[in-house]
């Protein structure tokens, strides 16, 4: 079982990536998957979450309007679409699965977590 963050990368503020989580092992339909970023010296914030049964999304305050989640189950592949980055938002971006929650609680322990992407906003 395995999850995978990509598509971090450098951007100027303003800018937009999308990251992707994609799993090995197991199948992310059946799974709530949750983005989480820790930046250097900060605690991990909760960013978002999508729910396997109904696709319902739910965002933190600090991404909502700017940031989306989405999923496609034949990729077996969530994506968070971030735009309009501000410096506020480098940080190293993660991915969750759980097979209950939706939450963007950053205390509550997803069952499974994968390796981070760098995110860098700067001019």
């Known amino acids: 079982v395995q999850l995978q963050a990509s598509g971090g990368g450098l951007v100027q503020p303003g800018g937009s990536l999308r990251l992707s989580c994609a799993a090995s092992?197991?199948?992310?339909?059946?799974?709530?998957i949750g983005w989480f970023r820790q930046a250097p010296g900060k605690e991990r914030e909760g960013l978002s979450c999508?729910?396997?049964?109904?696709?319902?999304?739910y965002y933190a305050d600090s991404v909502k309007g700017r940031f989306t989640i989405s999923r496609d189950n034949a990729k077996n592949t969530v994506y968070l679409q971030m735009n309009s980055l501000k410096p506020e938002d480098t940080a190293v971006y993660y991915c969750?699965?759980?097979?209950?929650?939706?939450?963007?609680?950053?205390?509550?322990?997803?069952?499974?977590w994968g390796q981070g992407t760098l995110v860098t906003v700067s001019s």
């Open positions: 969750a699965a759980d097979g209950t929650l939706c939450t963007v609680d950053p205390n509550y322990e997803y069952d499974y």
């Open positions: 999508i729910n396997s049964v109904d696709g319902s999304t």
């Open positions: 092992g197991f199948t992310l339909d059946y799974y709530v």
